[in-house]
């Protein structure tokens, strides 16, 4: 008797390159390997269902298979050699890179020239050994960081794209990148850094939707990245109205401060990331507590367009700054 088929989730793992050729043309091959936590690949076709009439009493009498995109969702924890991809795209400018050693410095933000649309990526995904399946013209939809002083930092994403195919596997690289700690953080309020914040999370959206076409072809004319909504959630050991974090004090008087994120890997002092917020808004703030546990008051709040963030013209509502040893992405 032949063994059962069964393909086990630790096999699976994720490449990404950025199309350099024209939009929906594959990478050469992966430049980055992303490690992944609890990916789900989709195909999302559209099924058209024949209704009309035939002197029956049946509600569909034929299918035929409509337009095609896919999505692919997972979660990843920080790593330096990967986080700016995310940064790149779900942004769209391009490298501004400043150095000419390790460390270099990279920026990115929101990208208002040309048409505004990021360059695309190809992704490579493995499905637990059963085949590889490369899905090109991809774009960010949601990029969600998340960082617990209690645990690891980390990403959750959903990237949108052309139908994968099935494709002769890569050499899989996997990266030895260390993931990043979320105590490891300094967030600067006003550029007065606070030790008394026990979470922060940035939320970045694009209403990214397939374009489609009357072209003879069943994948999209393109996947389309809309415009950039960038908001946060900011929590902490609450000391009171007046006492730093101000978020309810800056709520109420509607006061807008600069706000900034830096996040670095455990025993290296040389490389971080930094979220640069020249201006957030706070959509609310609240103070609560439970028995037993301390008094915490959580801010949501949401970036504001300021030509402070933006790189190359126009406005931002961020800016994402790299130190590490690439030369160039």
């Known amino acids: 008797m032949a063994n059962?088929?069964?393909?086990?989730?630790?096999?699976?793992?994720?490449?990404?390159?950025?199309?350099?050729?024209?939009?929906?043309?594959?990478?050469?091959?992966?430049?980055?390997?992303i490690p992944i936590v609890?990916?789900?690949?989709?195909?999302?076709?559209?099924?058209?269902?024949?209704?009309?009439?035939?002197?029956?009493?049946?509600?569909?009498?034929?299918?035929?298979?409509?337009?095609?995109?896919?999505?692919?969702?997972?979660k990843s924890y920080l790593y330096l050699d990967s986080l700016y991809l995310t940064m790149l795209n779900i942004l769209g400018n391009t490298d501004t890179v400043t150095g000419a050693s390790d460390p270099y410095t990279h920026k990115t933000s929101l990208k208002n020239t040309g048409n505004g649309q990021p360059t695309s990526y190809t992704l490579w995904l493995s499905?637990?050994?059963?085949?590889?399946?490369q899905?090109?013209?991809?774009?960010?939809?949601?990029?969600?960081?998340?960082?617990?002083?209690?645990?690891?930092?980390s990403q959750q994403v959903q990237w949108v794209g052309l139908p994968a195919t099935v494709v002769?596997?890569?050499?899989?690289?996997?990266?030895?990148?260390?993931?990043?700690?979320g105590w490891n953080t300094v967030i600067k309020l006003a550029t007065v850094a606070a030790s008394t914040y026990s979470s922060a999370k940035i939320t970045m959206k694009r209403p990214t939707v397939p374009i489609f076409t009357a072209d003879g072809n069943q994948a999209p004319y393109m996947i389309f990245a809309g415009p950039l909504d960038v908001t946060g959630e900011l929590v902490a050991v609450y000391q009171g109205l007046a006492v730093a974090p101000t978020d309810l004090a800056n709520y109420i008087a509607n006061t807008q401060p600069a706000?900034?994120?830096?996040?670095?890997?455990?025993?290296?002092?040389?490389?971080?990331?930094?979220?640069?917020?020249?201006?957030?808004?706070?959509?609310?703030?609240?103070?609560?507590g439970s028995a037993g546990k301390?008094?915490?008051?959580?801010?949501?709040?949401?970036?504001?367009?300021?030509s402070t963030d933006a790189l190359g013209g126009g406005q931002s509502p961020v800016m994402y700054q790299q130190k590490d040893a690439v030369a160039t992405y």
């Open 4 to 33: 059962p088929v069964v393909y086990p989730a630790n096999l699976q793992w994720l490449g990404i390159g950025k199309e350099a050729v024209a939009y929906g043309t594959a990478a050469t091959v992966p430049a980055y390997w």
């Open 38 to 74: 609890d990916p789900k690949w989709k195909p999302n076709q559209s099924m058209l269902k024949d209704d009309a009439l035939r002197g029956d009493m049946a509600t569909t009498h034929q299918q035929v298979a409509g337009n095609r995109y896919d999505t692919l969702d997972f």
């Open 127 to 133: 499905t637990g050994g059963a085949e590889c399946w």
């Open 135 to 153: 899905m090109t013209g991809c774009q960010l939809a949601t990029a969600e960081v998340d960082i617990p002083a209690e645990d690891m930092a």
């Open 168 to 181: 002769t596997p890569p050499s899989n690289t996997p990266s030895t990148a260390k993931p990043w700690a």
């Open 259 to 288: 706000l900034t994120i830096q996040i670095s890997p455990v025993g290296d002092v040389t490389h971080n990331g930094i979220w640069q917020f020249s201006v957030v808004g706070y959509d609310s703030v609240e103070v609560s």
């Open 294 to 306: 301390w008094m915490e008051v959580t801010a949501q709040f949401e970036a504001l367009a300021n």
